[in-house]
Structure formats: C-alpha cells, structure tokens
C-alpha cells in the first residue's frame, strides 16, 4: 500500500488556479478546428461522426482502465471506477451506458443499426487520437488521473455538448431523442469533471500542475484531430485503415 499522502504545502497550488488557462488553450484550440467551422452538418458527415464516435463510446472505458492501473491511492481508485462503471456498464442518469446511449440516439438518427456500428472501422485520425490518450495515460499517474476528467470538464465547460446538439437539431432536424448522447453527456459530464479536484490532497509540487495542463490540453488536441479528421475523410474520400491497424479498440457494444 503507497503511503498516506502528505499535507500540501503552503502555497501550492489548486486545479482552480490552472483551469483557467485549460479552459482558454482549448476554447481556442475548438475554435479555430475544422470541424467547429463546418458550414453545415449534412447527413453524410452526421453519419460518419456517428461511426468514429460509437468507437470511441466502445473504447474510451480502456483508457480510463490504464488510469485507474497507474493510480497508487485506493481512495482515488474507487472514484475512478465509479466512473468507469458508468461509461462501461450503466449510467443511472440516462438507464443505460454511454456507447449504448450513442447508438440508440445520433446512432438511430443517422439509420444506422447497431450491426451497422458493429462494422465501423477507424479512420487513421481515430487511431491517433487514441494513441495520444494512451500515451498520456501510461506517464505519471497525476497525468493519468487528471485527463479524463479534466477533458470531460473543459468540453463541457467550453459548451460542446449544447453547440453539437443545437446544431444537429438546426442542420438535421433533429428531435430531442436524436441528441440524447449529447444530453445525457452534458449532465454527467458535470459530475465526472469535478473528480479531477480531487487529486488536489495529494499534490504537493507545483510543477505537477504544468503537467496536468498540458496533458489536458494534448489530450483535447487530439480529440480535435479526431474531429477534423472526419471532416477531411468526408470532404476527400479517406477510407477507413483495415483491421491489422485497429490496435487497443474494442468493437463490441
């Protein structure tokens, strides 16, 4: 067992002092992506943001399990498998998990079943985002532990769940059933970006907030690469890579 952590030191700092920064690094970085700045979603990009997105509903509870290995503190751990119970399994907010809820929801709106989703495979930006995640995951467990919930946080925070569904509704004609996933996001989303507030017991170097910045700012980077890489596949035919490439996903629902 690590040892108990020790009393902060006076004038270290807290995850307020560094949010602001967080916050306006990836407002802007949002900002100026390709895919904030697509004109309109038409049914064709809406279908195969859903494809990439219910990859990423299947897989993003691994990432939070390499969190969860990396983080020495049981206290911690158990938030961080609260959480990973209600990614992977069910979500009490909306009955049921997250990449269920993208399937049901934006899933069914785009006409795509759930063996449709089944056969989805990634598209090279995908692989890249997640390979970012990953990296970011396996460094300090400080970084480990932050980034998931301090990216859910800023997303939040920076509107995308309201901007996505607003615009889904006004290009597509979308109902509230249809933005569900983006809904049910934004309510739980404000519970898990609070967790990062948390590690602020066990922190007592001030550089180790530097290093939760910029992990959360990558990780947003490659969030946003993921996005625009669906615009350029839309826009220029990219194909999906095949299965020898599609490495640390899982494909099931």
């Not at 206290?75 to 990973?84: A, D, K, N, T």
């Not at 495979?121 to 400080?142: H, K």
Request: hydrophobic letters at 40%; proline letters at 4%.
């Amino acid at each position: 067992m690590p040892d108990a952590p020790k009393s902060p030191t006076r004038g270290v700092r807290k995850f307020a002092d560094v949010y602001p920064s967080i916050k306006e690094r990836c407002a802007k970085y949002s900002e100026a992506s390709k895919w904030y700045n697509v004109d309109k979603i038409t049914p064709e990009l809406a279908k195969l943001w859903v494809q990439q997105m219910s990859i990423w509903t299947r897989t993003g509870f691994k990432m939070r399990g390499h969190a969860y290995a990396n983080c020495p503190y049981p206290e911690l751990r158990r938030v961080l498998l609260e959480v990973v119970m209600e990614e992977d399994v069910v979500d009490p907010r909306v009955g049921m998990n997250h990449r269920q809820l993208m399937a049901t929801s934006a899933g069914r709106a785009t006409g795509q079943s759930l063996d449709d989703l089944r056969q989805v495979r990634p598209l090279a930006t995908t692989l890249v985002c997640f390979d970012i995640f990953y990296g970011v995951a396996n460094r300090s467990w400080e970084e480990a532990f932050s980034f998931p919930s301090g990216h859910e946080r800023v997303i939040r925070d920076i509107g995308y769940f309201k901007f996505e569904a607003n615009r889904m509704k006004r290009d597509l004609g979308w109902g509230d059933k249809d933005v569900a996933w983006f809904t049910g996001h934004d309510a739980a989303d404000e519970d898990h970006g609070k967790v990062i507030e948390l590690i602020e017991n066990y922190i007592t170097d001030d550089t180790v907030w530097d290093r939760i910045e910029e992990a959360v700012v990558e990780v947003h980077l490659g969030w946003l690469l993921m996005l625009d890489g669906i615009v350029d596949a839309h826009r220029y035919g990219i194909a999906p890579v095949t299965g020898a490439s599609c490495k640390g996903l899982s494909l099931a629902f």
